[in-house]
């Protein structure tokens, strides 16, 4: 029971457009949600952050969009820079949990120069 | 800093055969975790610890072990190595007091 989803496992975009990927989740006890960047052969990193309160957080190039009704959230990259390319997972944490992550399965950005 | 350092990169094991990952921290953070990504797919918690003597069953747990004794301490033993253990094992740390948890780089596990 997959409660994170990540339904599209690749994305290609110019460089300079916007850069869309999408996240569902279906544990409506999920509080926090998450964004991590992934390169080969390294750790994730944490990209960007949103708390169910809010709709939407923006940091520089990024913005996180939250849609509690329908249990969905979108990162947004603009403008899409070539060394965005890399694989982004989205995390869900829910209250109480000692902060457990659950992750999407990633989406394989490639942005093209 | 180092952060979180993982050792080994890569590692070898024939079908039952035992070996330890080895995870330490200098971040001084509280709470740790285990996660195996397969390829794929993401990341799977396997064990956490939020504090030094205390352990916890995460997502798939069967066939692991974990002990914390220092908080910068956090190893994984495989005991009995199966070919459904080959995976990508992450570490990462968190200091509890918010939801962003710090990755180490990773230990590439093949069983044969």
């Known amino acids: 029971d997959q409660q994170v989803k990540q339904n599209s496992p690749s994305l290609s975009v110019q460089e300079g457009r916007i850069s869309i990927l999408n996240c569902d989740y279906t544990n409506s006890m999920f509080d926090y949600f998450l964004w991590y960047k992934k390169y080969p052969a390294e750790g994730p990193t944490f990209l960007i952050s949103i708390s169910s309160i809010k709709d939407k957080n923006e940091d520089g190039r990024f913005t996180v969009f939250l849609n509690k009704s329908a249990k969905h959230l979108s990162l947004h990259i603009v403008p899409s820079q070539p060394g965005d390319s890399a694989v982004y997972f989205c995390?869900?944490?829910?209250?109480?949990?000692?902060?457990?992550?659950?992750f999407g399965s990633g989406t394989q950005l490639t942005v093209l120069p | 800093n180092a952060g979180v350092t993982q050792t080994p990169k890569f590692r070898i094991l024939k079908i039952g055969q035992s070996m330890t990952l080895q995870c330490t921290q200098d971040m001084n953070h509280n709470y740790m975790y285990w996660y195996r990504q397969d390829p794929g797919m993401g990341l799977k918690l396997i064990y956490y610890?939020?504090?030094?003597?205390?352990?916890d069953k995460g997502e798939v747990p069967n066939g692991y072990n974990v002990s914390r004794s220092t908080t910068e301490d956090f190893p994984l033993r495989l005991e009995l190595a199966a070919p459904s253990q080959t995976s990508v094992y992450f570490c990462a740390t968190g200091t509890g007091g918010s939801y962003e948890q710090y990755f180490g780089p990773g230990t590439r596990l093949t069983v044969t």
């Open positions: 610890s939020v504090g030094a003597g205390i352990t």
């Open positions: 995390a869900a944490s829910a209250q109480g949990s000692a902060r457990q992550l659950t």
